[in-house]
């Protein structure tokens, strides 16, 4: 059986959700109200209108992700040269 575009959308929104800062628990619960929020859209331009701000969503997790391992990274390597 397959998925609905906008299930795989939350299915994958859920996953990037899991390390969001206020805590997985937060970001689903809000995922899940706007979802049932928008469930009975049927407007073709507003559907489209909704998957691109989801998409931007996802971008925009995966960008604070990157950040944030970058400055893990970033604080890592300057610490060992600070110490010699």
């Known amino acids: 059986m397959k998925m609905a575009p906008s299930q795989k959308k939350k299915k994958n929104l859920l996953y990037l ?3 969001y800062p206020k805590g997985a628990d937060y970001f689903k619960r809000r995922l899940n109200n ?18 691109v701000q989801g998409e ?18 970033k604080q890592r390597c300057y610490s060992y040269t600070n110490k010699n």
Do not use: H, Q, S
């Open 56 to 73: 931007f969503v996802m971008k925009e997790l995966e960008a604070l992700y990157f950040f944030r391992k970058y400055k893990a990274m």
């Open 17 to 19: 959700g899991r390390d």
């Open 34 to 51: 706007i979802f049932l929020k928008n469930k009975d859209v049927k407007n073709p331009e507003k559907i489209k209108e909704l998957t």
